[in-house]
């Protein structure tokens, strides 16, 4: 079991942006020594919700001070980029960081964000556009000369470098959330990266992982295969009643956040109904208690967090574990308190749980 952190680089009100990048930097260079594993920049443009415009940007950054802790994107919005320029820095990522890139891509579901880039007639096309962008990616990091022929792009005979260090490439994630994203990430053969964050139930996750291991037999490759990654909010504290003072007022600023911003109820929204319900809805009726004891969450204690954890790991069925600490402006010396229960007393124990359950 792996255990990573999101960065969403969100801005709320009291702190200037110059303070919010010197924070979560500040977080993602200390998370190799308190012993995670990995740091996922969320890439998000135009609002408060997020200010991190090029992961890649702050994890060169992260690179150069770190040996060992995996730099994963979670994620890029593919249909914003030209895929060459996507496929050149993160192969220079991957080289500068001695192969420690996991590439984690995405569709985008924000229609402000569409918008921003002129992009709105656009979303409609999302999918088709990301299916083009990704083959384009893998393409430019594995062939030696490049011929690309799509509706979207187009190129001929290009010589593409640098080529990452990792062979084939570096790991690729995709967010998934429908059924139908589920299946694609097994054909395409790639690592999937779910989120409780956003209303995954347990049912739903188990069925999307059958058809992820589906989507992998069908394209011919091993479907036992394949990570698993779960996001979702997780703050640990050394108190109970502590623990969800801490985390309430955060997590009350993300979902009536993210609820102004999420894409519309209509038939060419990027992600499914079910996001844009069940944010809108938890923002208007928000009890934090009643979230905090679902399984959208975890918040609490030691025992508490490693005990939910555990039962998360079989009814998700999850090998890595992405923890969204920091978010909406809490203080940094109470996510390092977190990230350093988590990595040294609550992993342990999860670790070992789900080991003897297995």
Request: net charge neutral; with cysteine.
């Amino acid at each position: 079991m792996k255990l990573g952190m999101l960065h969403l680089f969100e801005n709320p009100a009291g702190k200037t942006e110059h303070e919010v990048i010197k924070e979560q930097m500040e977080l993602m260079y200390e998370a190799e020594g308190l012993g995670f594993d990995s740091v996922w920049p969320a890439e998000h443009h135009f609002s408060e919700y997020g200010y991190c415009a090029s992961p890649q940007v702050s994890l060169a950054a992260v690179a150069a001070r770190t040996t060992r802790i995996r730099l994963g994107t979670g994620v890029v919005v593919l249909p914003f980029h030209n895929p060459i320029r996507v496929a050149e820095d993160f192969a220079f990522l991957d080289l500068m960081s001695d192969g420690r890139v996991d590439l984690g891509v995405g569709r985008g579901y924000q229609p402000i964000e569409y918008a921003g880039f002129g992009m709105a007639d656009q979303q409609a096309h999302s999918r088709e556009i990301f299916d083009e962008s990704i083959r384009l990616v893998r393409q430019c990091w594995t062939d030696e000369r490049v011929t690309f022929r799509g509706k979207h792009f187009q190129v001929e005979d290009l010589y593409v470098r640098p080529k990452p260090l990792q062979q084939p490439h570096p790991p690729i994630y995709m967010a998934c959330l429908s059924a139908e994203s589920f299946r694609l990430a097994g054909k395409y053969g790639f690592n999937v990266l779910m989120s409780g964050a956003f209303g995954l139930s347990a049912e739903g996750a188990r069925v999307g992982i059958k058809d992820y291991r589906a989507g992998r037999k069908e394209a011919g490759y091993d479907p036992a295969t394949g990570k698993v990654a779960l996001l979702l909010k997780v703050y640990a504290g050394d108190t109970m009643d502590g623990a969800r003072r801490d985390y309430a007022g955060p997590c009350t600023w993300y979902y009536r956040t993210i609820a102004k911003y999420v894409a519309p109820p209509t038939g060419q929204a990027i992600k499914s109904y079910e996001l844009y319900t069940q944010t809108k809805n938890t923002a208007e009726t928000l009890n934090f208690e009643d979230l905090a004891n679902s399984p959208l969450m975890v918040c609490g204690d030691v025992d508490h967090c490693a005990e939910k954890l555990s039962q998360l790991v079989v009814d998700f069925g999850f090998d890595e574990l992405l923890c969204w600490t920091r978010i909406g402006g809490l203080e940094n010396r109470k996510v390092l308190r977190s990230m350093e229960l988590m990595s040294g007393r609550v992993m342990p124990r999860v670790r070992k749980q789900t080991a003897l359950a297995a």
